[in-house]
């Protein structure tokens, strides 16, 4: 039988959900609730039903999970509130404002029993797959650098997403989803962080940021976002020892150029603006192959099947509470690294 869901909050993600929902497998779509009358009428419009209050919702005993799709700051108590009603909780991201915060929330869904989780869903965006897959092949030999990016040129959203007390600003709007998507990549403790936060349309939060993760295999990623971009730089830049790979945007194109020969015998100097190098010369087809990124095909739809089967206890969480715990972590690691202006050694050891 299918999993009943409510939705509160019918913004754009909360509009997100209730279409997934209508065309899941595994759940559907029991209704919503906003506090926004105009929202309300906008969902029985569409043939949805629009509870009246949140404690309506707590109350229908055909809810089996909540999806909370409502300012960052709300999350924290609408989801404990929920647990305690006997509801399963999704939040989106980010979970809430602090880890403080976000072990209350933990503390509630372990004292009830019920399944507490976030929305996830860049876990499963094909270009993050792709670079994961080269990752773990070991096609580039080790790997040293890699670099994750968004980049655009809106400047921060026009909305709470500007006000710090709601929780704003691109490192919890953005950056929570490249955090966790590094994280799922490699399989290593973080040794420091360093971060610096942009402030160039928006002095009350980060309307951009950059995020350097040290790793304890000397590894370095580079996570960044900007809203003040008019020419981007690539989505991801993935560099090892014996090749490099790259994919532009999120349309997968981009490319693998491995190095298959490393004795060059006859470089040719390049001639740059004043002179000549043959360290920085570009190397022709007798010593490097170009190959295509992979291809993978996700399923967004497989969150939705995760929380469905877990709460059954038929497999396990996808999104743990440990790597809720240590996105936040490193989050405030950013935050505090921006404030101090200075590297900041990375404690909590959870993967």
């Known amino acids: 039988m299918k999993k009943k869901v409510a939705v509160i909050g019918y913004g754009g993600m909360g509009g997100w959900h209730c279409e997934h929902l209508q065309n899941s497998d595994v759940a559907e779509l029991a209704g919503i609730y906003d506090i926004k009358e105009e929202r309300r009428e906008l969902a029985r419009s569409r043939g949805i039903r629009a509870y009246e209050s949140f404690e309506e919702v707590l109350a229908d005993p055909a809810v089996d999970i ?6 960052n700051d709300c999350h924290k108590e609408d989801a404990i509130r929920g647990l305690h009603a006997g509801k399963n909780v999704i939040s989106e991201k980010p979970v809430t404002l602090s880890s403080a915060d976000l072990q209350e929330m933990i503390d509630a869904a372990n004292e009830t029993g019920k399944l507490f989780t976030v929305h996830q869903n860049r876990r499963w965006d094909a270009d993050f797959l792709s670079m994961k897959e080269i990752y773990e092949s070991g096609t ?8 994750s990016r968004v980049h655009g040129s809106r400047g921060i959203p026009g909305d709470w997403r500007q006000l710090p007390e709601h929780g704003g600003g691109m490192m919890l709007d953005w950056g929570v989803h490249l955090i966790d998507q590094m994280l799922q ?7 420091t962080v360093y971060a610096t936060m942009d402030h160039v349309t928006n002095e009350l939060v980060d309307d951009g940021f950059k995020l350097d993760l040290r790793f304890e295999s000397g ?5 960044e976002v900007g809203t003040s971009n008019f020419v981007n730089l690539p989505r991801w830049y993935m560099q090892g020892r014996d090749g ?6 999120w349309d997968l194109s981009g490319k693998i150029v491995r190095c298959e ?5 006859d470089v040719v100097p390049v001639v740059t603006a004043a002179g000549l190098t043959k360290t920085m010369a570009p190397r022709d087809e007798k010593t490097i192959a170009e190959h295509d990124v992979p291809k993978p095909n996700p399923d967004v739809h497989d969150f939705y099947r995760n929380v469905c089967k877990a709460i059954d206890g038929l497999e396990p969480q996808i999104v743990t509470h440990p790597q809720m715990m240590r996105v936040m972590k490193v989050m405030e690691a950013a935050f505090e690294s921006d404030r101090l202006g200075q590297v900041i050694p990375f404690a909590y050891d959870q993967k």
């Open 219 to 223: 590894l370095l990623t580079r996570i």
């Open 261 to 265: 020969n490393w004795d060059e015998k």
């Open 66 to 71: 909540l999806t909370l799709a409502i300012p």
């Open 244 to 249: 490099t790979a790259i994919i532009y945007d």
């Open 185 to 191: 990549m490699i399989p290593e403790k973080i040794k």
């Open 140 to 147: 580039l030999g080790p790997v040293f650098n890699i670099e």
